[in-house]
């Protein structure tokens, strides 16, 4: 049904928020990842590592993509939403 693909982030306990964080932010670093040569890789993993923070402040650009990542399937579900409700409505 639609409303199962509809992410509620209101609705999600701390624990839940956490890990769906962790898996926005895993596409977002997996994706920038692919962009680069092994040497910028390797870079990249050192900067990580060195400025990892102890806060819950996440760095602006993966807030900005995370937040995209969002909108994009908000996007879909109501695109997906529109489909179905369009096909219900259709005479067979």
Same mark, same amino acid.
């Given at each position: 049904m639609p409303q199962d693909l509809k992410i509620e982030i209101?609705? @999600?306990t701390a624990d839940e928020a956490? &890990? @769906? =964080?962790?898996f926005l932010g895993g596409i977002v670093g $997996? =994706? /920038?990842n692919r962009q680069m040569d092994r040497k910028a890789r390797s870079q990249w993993?050192? #900067? @990580?590592r060195r400025n990892?923070?102890?806060s819950l402040e996440a760095p602006g650009w993966l807030w900005k993509n995370v937040v995209d990542l969002l =909108? #994009? /399937? &908000? $996007?879909?579900?109501?695109e997906h939403c529109r489909r179905y409700? @369009?096909?219900e409505a259709s005479p067979s």
């Open positions: 209101e609705q @999600l956490t &890990e @769906l =964080a962790g $997996k =994706a /920038h993993r050192q #900067d @990580l990892r923070s102890k =909108a #994009d /399937h &908000e $996007k879909g579900y109501l409700a @369009l096909r």
